[in-house]
């Protein structure tokens, strides 16, 4: 255990700290790797005062603070519906801003009529599958998880993963599902000891190293032949042309 330990888990009294192990970027990143902490949006699904996906967010968001991310949350409030707003709206811009800073992201759903809510989607469509001739997700890494009321299921984040694929990121294999989610939290709104919370560790671990192994080979992993083919203006041209 390292003498910083203690202070990274303060906030984390569910962590065994024998079995927590912070990580080395040495032992993930490229040579060229920027050296700045990893940076990871976090987006949840639910407006609701008492927000499970939103303290799953914010449970993850601890979790890879601890593991030396910068974390930055998106509050999905006042958000417009997709194409109901232009670009230039405040909530727009602050979303495509953040996914344009973020070298990953982690998308919490709850499962409603067994699906993501549509709060989760409108997010995702907001961010733009390309601006210009780039994508603004292509080649990011993206962990995804959900929330049930009920018994567990895997609807939402396997849905998630299919918008994760879309939008051309790396969704990494590891996945969270907590079923009867108001049974996990207390009071404060802190997850209480389980499998579940344990679960959400590992994805979130599993999270940072993807990110250290790709956020600086991304290029060399999305480079395309069929990209190559066309010159930049015709890409630009054929990815921005008029949405149906």
Known sequence: MTDTLPQVLADLPNINAEAFRLIDPAAFAAPDDPGHPPRILALHGSLRERSYSRLVAEEAGRLLTAYGCEVKSFDPRDLPLPDAAGPDHPKVRELRDLAAWCEGMVWVSPERHGAMTGIMKAQIDWIPLSSGAVRPTQGKTLAVMQVSG???????????????????????????????????????????????????????????????????????????????????????????????
């Open 150 to 244: 009920g018994s567990q299921s895997f609807n939402a984040v396997n849905q998630l993963r299919v918008l994760g694929r879309w939008m051309r990121m790396v969704t990494i294999p590891n996945q969270s599902s907590v079923p009867k989610a108001f049974t996990e939290f207390d009071d404060a709104g802190r997850m209480k000891p389980s499998a579940f919370y344990d679960r959400i560790v590992d994805v979130c671990e599993e999270l940072v190293k993807f990110t250290y192994l790709t956020r600086s080979r991304s290029p060399v992993l999305t480079d395309r032949y069929s990209e190559r083919v066309e010159t930049a203006e015709e890409l630009s041209r054929r990815v921005n042309q008029r949405s149906i």
